[in-house]
């Protein structure tokens, strides 16, 4: 995709000289060699993205803000050289792909017959080993067959809407919108504030039922700025605009907070592992202020786990409790997943859990950016079936088909 080409000027305390002396150049440039340069431009890659001279445009316009510049005098084409000489490509899962969340779509218009419309989200990791939240969209069926919706060559970024920001300073929640013209599956949110300048990892995302028919989506995932993490928040109830806001508290601290879709006994509730290595139940009255220490719910308790625990997405309700897919990290860092099946009525007690692993890498899926790895960051439950989509060694993704009933089955009773 298209990306803003950034210059040392726009780091901390830059002049902006070398941008300055940039666009002087091209400046300097007769028409003749100016629409040459330009016509090399768009031969080269012109067909590799979508509106690619529309968003050079639109970033000579943002140069032109930022050095305070005056182009009254400067043809449309002139401006559209300054803006491409501003501006590369980034293929941002070159590196990696991995850790997929899913949820029912917004939008069930049309399905019948148990089908549910679906939004999976991705980790996607790029130059730089930058992650980004890539989307796709799609229908899964109560048979557990599913269709991904094509996906085309060309994404955008969704942006910032700087009008929406939430508050000033580094703790603010920053809302983004989605090109009109654009699909989900071709929509990409990079990182927009300096505490995730490093990254936007693995986020778990869930359908939350605020009461009478009211849900909106949230998700939770870890903002890296390079050198600390911190738990975030996306919402949104459509995914066109979306609100990227901090977790405050203890608990905003560390990684993996998964949410559970509905309050229980009047809370918000969240799975985290809050100590690097046993699961723990965090509540709270407020969505974007954990506090809680937690109480500890689950320790590592068979070989495949015995070096860490964690969840696997937000908790997911059933007629017997609530069914939580969990990953173990066993001997030579192998991931697997298991899960585990907690009270309904209180989800501190664990009613059973899987002694044996249920997914493991095998064969060709132990190879990859990251070697013996499978991971998911959320399930979805059409009916009775449960599919689940999960990253395979970082390096793809691949889907699992099982039934609720196969699952409690698999499991074991620790009452």
């Known amino acids: 995709m298209l990306r803003p080409f950034h ?26 060699e100016a629409d040459e340069e330009y016509a090399r431009v768009l031969h080269d890659f012109e067909e590799r993205h979508w509106q690619t001279e529309q968003l050079f445009e639109e970033r000579y316009r943002q140069i032109e803000s930022m050095l305070n510049l005056d182009g009254s005098a400067l043809s449309i084409r002139r401006k559209r050289l300054i803006g491409a000489y501003f501006c590369h490509e980034y293929t941002y899962a070159a590196a990696a792909l991995m850790n997929p969340s899913i949820v029912p779509h917004p939008d069930q218009t049309g399905m019948s017959g148990g089908a549910v419309r679906f939004v999976m989200s991705l980790r996607a990791v790029g130059e730089g080993h930058i992650s980004s939240i890539v989307f796709r969209e799609g229908i899964a069926l109560p048979d557990g067959a599913f269709d991904l919706w094509p996906q085309s060559h060309f994404a955008t970024a969704m942006l910032p809407d700087d009008s929406l920001t939430v ?24 990182p927009v504030t300096e505490q995730q300048r490093g990254g936007l990892e693995d986020l778990r995302l869930v359908r939350f039922d605020h009461g009478g028919g009211d849900y909106e989506w949230i998700g939770t995932y870890t903002a890296y700025s390079g050198s600390a993490i911190r738990s975030e928040l996306l919402r949104t109830r459509d995914f066109r605009s979306i609100v990227l806001e901090p977790i405050f508290g203890r608990a905003g601290r560390n990684k993996g907070m998964a949410l559970f879709p509905q309050k229980i006994g009047g809370q918000y509730c969240m799975v985290g592992r809050q100590d690097g290595k046993n699961l723990f139940l965090l509540r709270s009255d407020s969505l974007d202020r954990w506090d809680d220490d937690g109480v500890l719910l689950m320790e590592p308790e068979f070989p495949w786990e015995f070096v860490q625990i964690g969840n696997c ?39 059973a859990r899987s002694s044996k692993p249920l997914l493991t890498a095998i064969d060709a899926d132990r190879f990859g950016y990251v070697p013996n790895v499978v991971y998911t960051c959320g399930a979805l439950l059409v009916e009775d079936q449960l599919l689940v989509p999960y990253g395979i060694s970082d390096s793809a993704v691949g889907f699992a088909t099982t039934s609720v009933r ?9 009452r």
């Open 7 to 32: 210059l040392g000027w726009q780091g901390p305390g830059g002049s902006g000289a070398r941008a300055r002396k940039l666009v002087s150049d091209v400046v300097s440039l007769t028409s003749e």
């Open 167 to 190: 508050c000033e300073g580094e703790d603010c929640a920053v809302t983004l919108h989605r090109h009109m013209e654009s699909t989900l599956s071709n929509s990409v949110i990079f």
């Open 313 to 351: 997405g937000s908790p997911i309700l059933t007629d017997e409790g609530w069914l939580l897919l969990t990953h173990g990290v066993g001997a030579m860092r192998k991931y697997a997943l298991g899960c585990a099946l907690l009270d309904r009525d209180d989800p501190s007690k664990v009613i």
């Open 406 to 414: 196969e699952l409690l089955a698999r499991m074991d009773s620790t």
